[in-house]
């Protein structure tokens, strides 16, 4: 009996141990907070997280095909597709000097998939009148090219060869030569800062974009013509165009055997950009992105690099910020032609 009851106890004892064991393991130890240094950075998640873009990419050019704005915009498309991972299709939306192409980018859904690719020519429209937008209605994203080699150019047939020797001729027969531009475009301020600079008066004559400024000189329509060196270096090479100068600061190492307008006594410099922008409330991560991938290739792409420098342009990148400055402050120099223009579009 007393043997019994000893076995009895010890399995008691067992029992007891085994539940105060059971129940040690089930209970759930109390919840610890996060260490603050392991919390997420919610800022830098969002930007690393934005997924853009998923299709392709429209790129408005309001300019026609075959010009230097087309052109640039295609070298840097093809660089573009690279780097993100997507289409970049340029759309050409001409018309009204680049205000219709500037318009539908401006009315576009603002997801990113809609961008402008223009030039001076937005910040002349506004000034003319013809838009009442401008930059500072889009978001910018990026200055990706600068354009030094704005020429006057003639036919080879002509009987000056400088500058100097136009000027004379001009002198002695005011308003005779004919100064082919697109009314209210870049080309039209040239011209507008060289009658100012040489003291002479052109017969300037709105002939249309690049494309038909070319044709009109090789028709022998047109006696001068304001350009990218690019776009008629072909007709440079085969002697059937010769260039008077260039509107450079300094004279350019790509193209060394042309004078500066500076050199030949004429302070006219002019400086072609081409700019980026999306429509107004494009979300910002967006415009970063988009701009870092510009930043990417204007800067590291060695192939866009030759693309461009075969061109005759200088890749260069702004990021938004500066890029803004600069265009504020052509925008002011711009404003100093406004009532020369005015004027001749009255007449």
Not at 230 to 237: A, M, N, V
């Amino acid at each position: 009996m007393k043997k019994s009851m000893k076995i009895l106890s010890v399995m008691l004892v067992l029992v007891l141990s085994m539940s105060v064991v059971f129940t040690a393991c089930t209970t759930k130890p109390a919840e610890q907070p996060p260490k603050q240094d392991e919390a997420p950075n919610q800022d830098q998640a969002g930007k690393d997280d934005v997924k853009y873009p998923t299709k392709p990419i429209q790129v408005v050019v309001p300019a026609g095909a075959g010009g230097d704005t087309d052109f640039n915009a295609r070298i840097l498309g093809k660089a573009l597709e690279k780097e993100i991972g997507q289409p970049v299709v340029i759309v050409n939306v001409n018309g009204a000097g680049g205000s219709l192409g500037s318009k539908k980018v401006k009315d576009s859904d603002p997801d990113g998939y809609n961008v402008l690719f223009f030039h001076p020519g937005m910040l002349l429209n506004k000034m003319l009148g013809l838009t009442e937008f401008t930059f500072s209605d889009l978001e910018v994203a990026a200055i990706a090219v600068l354009d030094d080699t704005n020429v006057f150019v003639v036919n080879a047939e002509a009987p000056y060869n400088n500058l100097q020797e136009f000027v004379e001729a001009a002198k002695k027969e005011p308003k005779k030569y004919k100064f082919a531009t697109e009314v209210g475009s870049f080309t039209h301020l040239q011209s507008l800062a060289f009658e100012k600079a040489a003291g002479v008066e052109l017969n300037i004559v709105d002939v249309g974009g690049a494309a038909q400024k070319t044709a009109a000189l090789l028709g022998k329509q047109i006696d001068v013509i304001g350009t990218q060196y690019g776009l008629i270096k072909d007709h440079i090479t085969s002697g059937k165009f010769k260039v008077l100068g260039v509107m450079s600061e300094e004279k350019n190492p790509l193209m060394p055997e042309v004078p500066t307008f500076k050199e030949q006594g004429y302070d006219v410099a002019f400086t072609k950009y081409f700019f980026y922008a999306f429509p107004k409330g494009t979300p910002k991560e967006i415009v970063e992105k988009f701009s870092k991938a510009v930043e990417n290739v204007v800067k590291n792409d060695t192939e866009y690099q030759q693309a461009a420098k075969n061109f005759l342009v200088s890749p260069t990148y702004m990021a938004p910020e500066e890029a803004i400055n600069y265009l504020k402050d052509k925008e002011a120099f711009y404003d100093t032609f406004k009532e020369t223009i005015m004027a001749e579009k009255k007449q």
